[in-house]
C-alpha cells in the first residue's frame, strides 16, 4: 500500500489543521493505521491511532482532547483533526499503515516499529 499524507502547512497557536492520509494499492481497511511526529533532533513519536474499523483509537497523552483521528475507508483516507494547535506541535506528520492487524483488535499499536508502510510526511509549523 503506498500512502500519501497531506495537510500541512503554518498556522498560529490556537488554530486548526485537519492532515490527511490516502492511500492506494490496497483497500485501507485492511489495515490499522497511526500518525507520528518527528521533531528536529528527536525521535518519531506516536501521535495517534485508529483500528481498521475505526472503532478503537488511541492519542498521546500530549495530544488528547486536541487530536482526533478517524477514517473514512470507503474513501480510503485516514485523517487527523488537530485543534488547539501549540508550538510544540511543530514538527514533520506521518501516517502509517499496519498489516496484518486483527479486525477485532483491541489495542492500538503505538510504536513505530509495529507498523510496516510510511507516507512520506508533511510539515506542520505552529507559530507562538
Known amino acids: 500500500v503506498q500512502l500519501q499524507a497531506s495537510g500541512g502547512g503554518l498556522v498560529q497557536f490556537g488554530g486548526s489543521l485537519r492532515l490527511s492520509c490516502a492511500a492506494s494499492?490496497?483497500?485501507?481497511?485492511?489495515?490499522?493505521m497511526g500518525w507520528f511526529r518527528q521533531a528536529p533532533g528527536k525521535e518519531r513519536e506516536f501521535v495517534a491511532g485508529?483500528?481498521?474499523?475505526?472503532?478503537?483509537?488511541n492519542y498521546a497523552d500530549s495530544v488528547k482532547g486536541r487530536f482526533t483521528i478517524y477514517r473514512d475507508n470507503a474513501k480510503n483516507t485516514v485523517y487527523l483533526q488537530m485543534n488547539s494547535l501549540k508550538p510544540e506541535d511543530t514538527a514533520v506528520y506521518y501516517c502509517?499503515?499496519?498489516?496484518?492487524?486483527?479486525?477485532?483488535?483491541?489495542?492500538?499499536?503505538?510504536?513505530?516499529?509495529?507498523?510496516?508502510?510510511w507516507g512520506q510526511g508533511t510539515q506542520v509549523t505552529v507559530s507562538s
Open positions: 502509517a499503515a499496519r498489516g496484518r492487524e486483527i479486525l477485532t483488535t483491541t489495542r492500538i499499536a503505538t510504536s513505530p516499529d509495529e507498523y510496516h508502510y
Open positions: 485508529v483500528s481498521r474499523s475505526g472503532s478503537l483509537s
Open positions: 494499492g490496497r483497500t485501507l481497511s485492511a489495515y490499522a
